[in-house]
Every structure is written in C-alpha cells, then in structure tokens.
C-alpha cells in the first residue's frame, strides 16, 4: 500500500522522531541559588517531595515539551509520588483526565477534548500525555473556562455573572501594586490604563486559580508532588507561586524554566524569579 504524507503531517512526524526525545542525562541545569551549573538528576534530588514543582514552557516550543518530560521522568524513577497539574485543560473537565489515565478513553477521544481545551497542538504534549497514562500518573485540569478570562480582560472581573462566577474557585481579584510592575516588567503596556488594569485581573484569574486547584489536590493528596506545566508567565515566582504561597505558606515550592537567550539566562535570573534554569533548549 502506497501512503501519502501532507507537509503537516510530516513535520508533527519529525517533531517526534527518536532524535528529539531527551533523556535525563542530556540536560544540564543552572542552580539559581547555588550559581552553578548541575546536572538535571542532581536537581531532581532537590525538588520538593511533596510539594509543587513549576516548570514553565513556550507553548508551541517542542523541546521545552522534551524537557519537561524528562524532569518528570527523572522524579519518578525516583518512586517519587507524583501528580501532573494541566494549564491546558480545565477544571470541569477533570472526569476527561481521569478517564484518559484510567485507559478508558481512546487517543483520538483525547485528541478531540485536547483541542477543546487548549488547542489542536495534541502532537507536542502527547509524549507527556502517553507517558502518564502508562505509568498511571494522575493528570489535574488547573485552568478556568477561556470565556471567563478572555471577558475579564475586556470589561473586568467585576463584569462577571454570579453562574460565571460559580464556575471559579473562591478568588479575591485584587491586582496589588507589586503584580502590576512585575506583568509590566515582563509583558510591556497593554493599550490603556484601565485595558492593562482588566488585563492584569484576567492574568490574576487564571494565576490564582491554577494555584487553588493545585493546592485542592495536595491537600487530598499530600504525599504527592504536583508537577504543574504551564506559559513561563504563569510559572514566574511572581504569579502562580505567588499566589498559592499566599494561601498556604507552608507548602513547599520550585520553579523550574527553560533558558532563553538574552533573557533568561545564569547571569540574569535571580532566586525571586526561579530556582533552575533549563540550559541548552532551542528557543
């Protein structure tokens, strides 16, 4: 039988060919308190266990999607009691994940609720996604409906319906001083005062929420360590660190992300913004 390939369909193929798998051993890591360069076993040794591990991504990046499942399987061969927190899906939506993990769903089933979801980007995470459902890691919807954060950041989280307000966990949207200058620093103006205003409490939502859902699962689950992927914004110790220190303290925490060249880089990440840098990911 003669097979036909698109252009599409074979860049996703390239994308996933052996050579773009990353193994513990390929990855170096810069320890942004001990300023020095570890190997990524050595940083898996010192991850919160239990706890909350953020390791940041760019979305449609391939290789921060290697790096993160590499970090993820270097804490489970540790026997590591683990749980993967999702940007990608919603909340309501965790009876989907559960399914999937529990083998009860189809791939293409997935493929379609990944989209819904998130995107129809299904071939950069589906290593992730595969790798949990074989060793039965629970995977946690942390996000909010995109209907709720997109009209925050056009009339405010005070435009919100008392139903569209059901569908959030209990969240105080008080963009504070601090918050403001650092989604400044990082992002740039958006527009007007008031439109930067809404953006920062869209920003706000989705921070404080990813950190609530996070927490909700560790407090069922406090032996696990709750390895969140999500945007390098979301993972910045600013935002949803941040947040889920502001609710419980006493739950340890570590943020890990990708170097990117002129900006997140050893000499300009300080212990305020993370604790290991990915080093040698394309960008």
Known sequence: MIMRFGVQTLLLLSLFMPGTILQAADINMWDVAGKAEISLEQAAGKLPSPGIVYVGEFHDNATHHAAQLAVIQSLDKRKRPLAVGLEMFQHIEQSILDAWVAKEL????????FARNWSED??????????????????IGLNVPRSITRKVAREGFEALSPEEIGKLPPIVC???????????????????????????EAQLVWDTAMAIYALEYLK????????????????????APEQAARE?????????????????????VSKEDADYLILGLAE
Not at 106 to 112: A, D, I
């Open 106 to 113: 189809s791939e293409e089933e997935m493929r379609r609720a």
């Open 122 to 139: 299904w071939y950069l995470y589906r290593d992730i996604f595969m790798y949990c459902r074989d060793r039965n890691i629970p995977m």
């Open 174 to 200: 008080r963009v504070d001083r601090e918050y403001e200058a650092f989604l400044r620093r990082v992002l740039g103006d958006h527009g007007t005062d008031s439109g930067f205003r809404r953006f920062c």
């Open 220 to 239: 069922n689950h406090p032996e696990r360590t709750v390895f969140v992927l999500c945007g390098m914004i979301h993972a910045w110790k600013k935002a």
């Open 248 to 268: 419980n303290a006493e739950v340890e925490q570590a943020v890990v992300q990708p170097a990117l060249k002129g900006r997140w880089t050893p000499g300009s």
